[in-house]
């Protein structure tokens, strides 16, 4: 089993930048890529972003792309979220997710899940 912990979520103006971390344990060798979803108030939970822990590979969706980047610290286990730009339409709770496949863009193919973060975007 893979633990995972979401943390560095808040409140931010439109505009302004937030990232999250999600720290990784357990059987983190199991996990081939780290992936980032997000869920907001009555809508289904949708894919933000995701990497390869071995190489560059990176997945965005196209609502985020251009203004969020994924990084990873393999020594740590650490998956990092860096969202610049921010709209309000970015508010969700946001969850990393770890895959024992590649590349991992929907949901079923996570076998671990965080409990979540909660990011506020205000107009």
């Known amino acids: 089993q893979v633990q995972l912990v979401e943390s560095g979520g808040g409140l931010v103006q439109a505009g302004g930048s937030l990232r999250l971390s999600c720290a990784a344990s357990?059987?983190?060798?199991?996990?081939?890529?780290m992936g980032w979803f997000r869920q907001a108030p009555g809508k289904e939970r949708e894919f933000v972003a995701a990497i390869k822990w071995g190489g560059s590979s990176t997945y965005f969706s196209n609502s985020v792309k251009g203004r969020f980047t994924i990084s990873r610290d393999n020594a740590k286990n650490t998956v990092y979220l860096q969202m610049n730009s921010l709209k309000p339409e970015d508010t969700a709770v946001y969850f990393c997710?770890?895959?024992?496949?590649?590349?991992?863009?929907?949901?079923?193919?996570?076998?671990?899940w965080g409990q979540g973060t909660q990011v506020t975007v205000s107009s």
């Open positions: 357990g059987r983190t060798f199991s996990s081939v890529a």
């Open positions: 997710a770890a895959s024992p496949v590649w590349p991992p863009l929907r949901s079923g193919v996570y076998d671990a």
